[in-house]
Nanobody, 125 residues
Framework: QVQLVESGGGLVQAGGSLRLSCAAS????????MGWFRQAPGKEREFVAT????????YHADSVKGRFTISRDNAKDTGYLQMNSLRPEDTAVYYC??????????????????WGQGTQVTVSS
C-alpha cells in the first residue's frame, strides 16, 4: 500500500503558475504509475495527466496539453504537476493517484488504487 500527500495548491492569478507535489510513502514509489485528476464544484472528476513508473511515458489531457507537465523523481518518492498559463477554468481540487504498473499509463479514475486527499487550486480572473 502507498500513501499519497499533495501540496502546492493555492490562489493564483490567471496566467500564473503553480507546481503541485505528490509525496508517496509506504512502498516503492518507482513501481507505481501516477496520475493527476481534478474536480471542480458541481462537476465530475476529470483526468489531467499520467506518467509511467519510470517516467518514460506521459500523457496529458487535451485541456491542459502545452500548459501542464507531469513529472516524477523516484529518488525522492515524489511526483509533480507543473501548471503554467493557468486559467480560471483550471480552478478545482487536484488529486494525485497511484497504482502498480510498469511502462504504461492510465487515464481513468477507477484504474487507480490509491488517492491523496487533494489540494485546492484557485485561479482568479
Amino acid at each position: 500500500q502507498v500513501q499519497l500527500v499533495e501540496s502546492g495548491g493555492g490562489l493564483v492569478q490567471a496566467g500564473g503558475s503553480l507546481r503541485l507535489s505528490c509525496a508517496a510513502s509506504g512502498r516503492t514509489f518507482s513501481s507505481y504509475v501516477m496520475g493527476w485528476f481534478r474536480q471542480a464544484p458541481g462537476k465530475e472528476r476529470e483526468f489531467v495527466a499520467t506518467i509511467s513508473s519510470s517516467g518514460g511515458r506521459t500523457y496529458h489531457a487535451d485541456s491542459v496539453k502545452g500548459r501542464f507537465t507531469i513529472s516524477r523523481d523516484n529518488a525522492k518518492d515524489t511526483g509533480y504537476l507543473q501548471m503554467n498559463s493557468l486559467r480560471p477554468e483550471d480552478t478545482a481540487v487536484y488529486y494525485c493517484a497511484a497504482r502498480v504498473g510498469g511502462e504504461y499509463y492510465y487515464t481513468r479514475g477507477p484504474e487507480y488504487d490509491y488517492w491523496g486527499q487533494g489540494t485546492q487550486v484557485t485561479v482568479s480572473s
